[in-house]
């Protein structure tokens, strides 16, 4: 069994490294608009939670306390509150289903990663597990 167990998404969304992000418009927790535009002057860590996953409420706790370059924006599915701990450092939107994460961003699973770059295109795989994850960001 994997170390890493994680949520199935849908595998039929394909993103690839150097495509732009295609449009999205959805609202954050705190009301803020978040579409492709804000992933274009900085980089950003898109991350993929689910409120039943362990790894990713201990991987909440961590980011909370990064002092990352990075603009960090998570995709949860489910209830806000299990990722209150990372409001300060991340935009979280609440995406039942991982509708827009798994169609945009190529989510695969959770907990999982992408990186997009300052001109909002997707620069890297999809990370999958907590320690691919901490690599993509240079975290050991």
Not at 5 to 15: I, K, M, Q, S
Not at 29 to 51: A, C, H, M, P, V
Not at 79 to 95: G, M, N, P, T
């Amino acid at each position: 069994a994997s170390q890493f167990p994680f949520v199935p998404l849908n595998t039929e969304a394909r993103v690839r490294i150097g495509e732009t992000v295609s449009s999205f418009s959805v609202t954050d927790t705190d009301g803020q608009n978040i579409d492709e535009t804000k992933l274009r002057g900085k980089d950003s860590l898109i991350l993929f939670w689910s409120k039943g996953c362990g790894h990713c409420e201990s991987m909440a706790a961590e980011v909370a306390t990064l002092d990352l370059a990075l603009q960090v924006i998570v995709f949860a599915d489910g209830l806000k509150e299990a990722f209150d701990s990372v409001k300060h450092r991340a935009s979280i939107v609440q995406d039942e289903g991982f509708a827009v994460a798994s169609m945009k961003f190529g989510a695969k699973g959770a907990p999982s990663a992408v990186l997009v770059d300052s001109d909002g295109r997707i620069a890297s795989e999809t990370a999958i597990g907590t320690d691919a994850i901490w690599a993509l960001i240079g975290r050991s």
